[in-house]
């Protein structure tokens, strides 16, 4: 039997070094695996983080910013697409204001057109009601452009045949161009804001869009004046006609008492 000696702690040394090692190794990888796992969340939430900067630049208005593309993967893809959707949308945006210039543009020269008409004017959509007239027009009845806006014709600006009765909006002039389709002449008695009514010859024509009539237009003009002249020329012509009669008469009935006599 052989028997060997052994200091005890020479026995277990090994072993300690041994599990020292194996909590060293895995302290060691823990941390590593930290490490690892702060970077690659960095690494996705900066470009994130930078993304949503962006988009809160775009929301108060700062169309030109953009995403910095300093990463691959799906990262990358979504900084991308990001950027390609704020190039469409400044496209857009191009488009839209180019448009409204034009549009803003057109409008001016329609207004001015309008306002240099010297007559009348009220346009009216397929209901009769009105939806524009110009400054001669409210010079001439005496509302507002915003007093009247939406209103039906036949409510705001009455009208009146020679015999003084009122005429209803599918009997006007408007309503017939609305209805048949084509222009219409007339000549009423329009009233006024204030009550007072005045002459007025119109002409309404209808509104056409891709075929359908979608409203009406019309020129009224102030024919007071032309009344008065059409007043004066007939009495003028009752007064002389008269005092043509009146000697006639005598000259004839003097003839007649001669003849007698």
């Known amino acids: 039997i052989l028997v060997i000696e052994q200091n005890k702690d020479e026995v277990f040394t090994s072993i300690y070094e041994l599990r020292k090692f194996s909590i060293m190794t895995a302290l060691f990888t823990l941390f590593l695996v930290i490490i690892s796992a702060l970077l690659t969340a960095r690494s996705i939430a900066k470009p994130i983080s930078r993304i949503t900067a962006v988009t809160e630049k775009i929301s108060k208005g700062e169309s030109g910013a953009e995403v910095d593309i300093l990463c691959g993967g799906e990262i990358g893809k979504l900084a991308v697409s990001f950027n390609r959707m704020i190039e469409n949308e400044r496209e857009i945006e191009n488009k839209l204001r180019s448009a409204n210039a034009k549009i803003s543009e057109e409008k001016t020269k329609y207004e001015m057109v309008l306002a240099s008409i010297g007559d009348g004017m009220i346009t009216v959509d397929g209901e009769g009601k009105i939806i524009l007239l110009n400054s001669a027009a409210e010079k001439m009845f005496g509302w507002r452009k915003e007093e009247i806006a939406e209103k039906g014709l036949s409510e705001v600006i009455p009208a009146e045949d020679e015999k ?98």
């Open 164 to 261: 003084g009765n009122l005429i209803p909006f599918n009997e006007r002039t408007m309503s017939a161009a609305l209805a048949k389709g084509s222009t219409m002449h007339s000549s009423s008695y329009y009233y006024r804001k204030d009550n007072t009514k005045f002459p007025a010859a119109l002409t309404a024509s209808p509104i056409k869009v891709g075929g359908k009539i979608i409203g009406a237009i019309g020129l009224f003009r102030d024919i007071t004046k032309e009344k008065e002249v059409d007043r004066m020329k007939t009495d003028f012509i009752s007064t002389v006609s008269h005092e043509i009669r009146t000697p006639l008469t005598t000259i004839r009935e003097g003839i007649s008492q001669a003849l007698d006599g």
